[in-house]
């Protein structure tokens, strides 16, 4: 590295004072990594020293739970990531002002530590606004009640705040000795998030609230360097990062500054009532090795790990309870096939490439051809020999290329990067998908054997499928319910009563009709109107405790017809949240339920003004304040049975018991069988339920991965329910006698409710000669010097079943010119007659295997001339399962 850049890099060595001192006592540092500094110069960041290029895996603490931790951060590292990055969730930290919360899914430092223990660097990204469609961005909705404030601007009661738990944070972290430093594994730190965005909305404010912010973070003495992202004007000291599904030829905006790309949207969230985001692991991978090819130097996938939005933590509007985001882990931290394995082979082959990549200052540049281009690094090794290493580029959306690169001849799939680690013979290419497909399977649970009888053992599937056969019901009360109500005039905004305490507030008022209204409206064929001039997220519209009728929208007009009795009738108004608001400017000023005025039309004397009525407020329904799904309370309520054949009915407390499932498979409910509510498992709230139909259209019949991705390409589900089945994580099961109960708003069946597992049933894989050889191949000696050649070594085909889980059978091999994709392969002309024996004699009864793709390994050449692949697919089983044996076929 040449001596002026390493000038120009920020100094993280010159501390602030306070720092200072406290490093010159005697502390005893932290246990993970021997103490080092972090500090940066144009190219990337420097670790102990040394320039690096990272790989980061975004997974957010809360959207798991602590027994699922250790699994998420191994398999982080094991897909290749060096670092972990997650934000910080104030409103989980600090539910109610000054009152913290560090326990369970929000034990910060635990976390922490889980990462560092695993070898892994960490990026924390405080915010404390963090979007991340979580509810209310993660301000705790407290935050709005601060006489006098104004989010996210140069705002004194804000900026208090902001300042005390970011302090609260850095303070937990250096007390904790979790920073680099001292041994921790905190290389980084975030400042705001993407404030460039609304920072115009502001005005001077918000160019000042972008300085305040920056030099309050810095002045936290955390002796690590900050990022903010999408922030063109941060500050000199801080690094402004980039954002979005493409991140290559970004430029900071400073020339000491390097290129990093802190969210790399790897697939999308869902809204209730969309369909599911998928973006195409070729495009992930060439979006990645584009940002190394043209600079980049750190990326992190926004996410890695998606999980659930457990409880209320869903931000909206409607965004589903499943935060899946089609990251390459899975909502239950089962590896996404090919994802996953296709990004460990490229992290792996841009490792190879990182001896060059730290070396040169900036790349060489070559074009290749019209949309054709390569980047070359190349410099002084470590070790002083010559390092060289070289990205082959070809952007072009539908034809592949032949290019000559060094006097060799490439041939580059369409929208496709060759990564060449030796400038010379490529490693991978982010077209050619050499990893295994899995496809997951969703099946009944099975429960232990042992309690049951002989003939509970026999029909035990049928009766798996559903839950359970007795439930129990409880009525919840239409209208005001409890003495903790108030009446006022007006109509009050939502939040400013339920506090979020809840996602449901009723207002009740008295209307009465004459017999002139009566007789006016029959003469007339018509009923009076309710109309709202605004109005989010459901509304729903009760005359004397019957439903009217239920709208749903973002700040939408209402117009729901009603009827009313002569006399007085009671008009009664629920409106629900479903995720508070987590993007955009002013979000204090959001809020939720009504909007403008609010009337009723269609009288004889004219309308009626609902915005100067008397109306009885009450936050919340009556089984939330009785607490009647937690273990404690739920038996003091009166419940009764419910009979099978009751019909659907709105309003509706449901309980049961379950056992739980056999083995160690992720634990699902499905409540497609039901409308729209909330469940709980053992008095932990699994989130909101909604079965509500996406649009029939707009998925596409196949995705094709080339071309720029945005979040409408490649969804699936179209016409199907947004999400029927809901995670409950097996740390809060016990054995047996679990205890369910739902609150169901629109009426379902509860007895259709069913416990699956899922776990990745099936895996494909395809692999032709054409593909590259395994990338641990080139960390053996020799294979870098050039004494062994790389041209012979055949490639692999890999495939893993899930932990505890085996391949018990193969259902399809051939080595030839095999047609079709996973799950319907067929045979083609050429097929080497022994595929089968091969691939199970190497592959059965092993949890993972590995068969070369080459005569060699199948004992023959099926067609002479012909380029061939191997086509597998295989059956995974519980491990401690043998019923399979029986069918096996070696
Ligand atoms: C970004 C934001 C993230 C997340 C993402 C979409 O703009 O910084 O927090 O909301 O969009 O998933």
Known sequence: MAESTRNASFQWRILPPILALLLSLPIVSGSFFKPFNVSYDHRALIIAGKRRMLVSAGVHYPRATPEMWPDLIAKSREGGADVVQTYVFWSGHEPVKGQYNFEGRYDLVKFVKLVGSSGLYLHLRIGPYVCAEWNFGGFPVWLRDVPGIEFRTDNEPFKKEMQKFVTKIVDLMREAEMFCWQGGPVIMLQIENEYGDVEKSYGQKGKDYVKWAASMALGLGAGVPWVMCKQTDAPENIIDACNGYYCDGFKPNSKTKPVLWTEDWDGWYTKWGGSLPHRPAEDLAFAVARFYQRGGSFQNYYMYFGGTNFGRTSGGPFYITSYDYDAPLDEYGLRSEPKWGHLKDLHAAIKLCEPALIAADAPQYKKLGSNQEAHIYHGAGETGGKVCAAFLANIDEHKSADVKFNGQSYTLPPWSVSILPDCRHVAYNTAKVGAQTSVKTVKPAR?????????????????????????????????????????????????????????????????????????????????????????????????????????????????????????????????????????????????????????????????????????????????????????????????????????????????????????????????????????????????????????????????????????DKCTTNCGKPTQTRYHVPRSWLKPDSNLLVLFEETGGNPFKISVKTVTSGVLCGQVSESHYPPLRKWSTPGFMNGTMSINSVAPEMHLRCEEGHVISSIEFASYGTPRGSCDKFSTGKCHASKSLSIVSEACQGRNSCFIEVSNTAFQSDPCRGTLKTLAVMARCSPSQDTSYLSFSTA
């Open 447 to 711: 429960f232990p054997l042992g309690s049951m009888s002989i003939l509970q053992k026999v029909v035990r599937q049928d009766d798996a499928s559903y839950i359970s056969k007795s439930w129990m019901a409880l009525k919840e009360p239409i209208g005001i319910w409890g003495e903790n109500n108030f009446t006022t005039e007006g109509l009050l905004e939502h939040l400013n009563v339920t506090k979020d305490q809840s996602d449901y507030l009723w207002h009740k008022t008295r209307i009465s009709v004459s017999e002139d209204d009566i007789s006016f409206w029959k003469k007339n064929g018509a009923n009076p109107t309710l109309s709202v001039d605004s109005m989010r997220d459901v509304l729903r519209v009760f005359v004397n405790k019957q439903l009217s009728g239920s709208i749903v929208g973002h700040w939408v007009k209402a117009v729901q017809p009603v009827r009313f009795e002569q006399g007085n009738n009671d008009l009664l108004l629920l409106t629900q949240t479903v995720g508070l608001q987590n993007y955009g400017a002013f979000l204090e000023k959001d809020g939720a339920g009504f909007r403008g005025k609010a009337k009723l039309t269609g009288f004889k004397n004219g309308d009626v003004d609902l915005s100067k009525s008397s109306w009885t407020y009450q936050v919340g329904l009556k089984g939330e304040a009785e607490k009647v799904y937690t273990v404690e309370e739920n038996e003091k309520a009166e419940w009764s049975t419910l009979e099978t054949e009751a019909s659907p009915s709105i309003f509706m407390w449901y309980k049961t018991y379950f056992n739980t499932p056999d083995g160690t498979d992720p634990v699902v409910l499905d409540l497609g069988s039901m409308g729209k509510g909330q469940a709980w498992v053992n008095g932990h709230h699994i989130g909101r339920y909604w079965s509500i139909i996406a649009q029939k259209d707009g998925c596409d019949k196949t995705c094709d991965y080339r071309g720029a991705y945005t979040s």
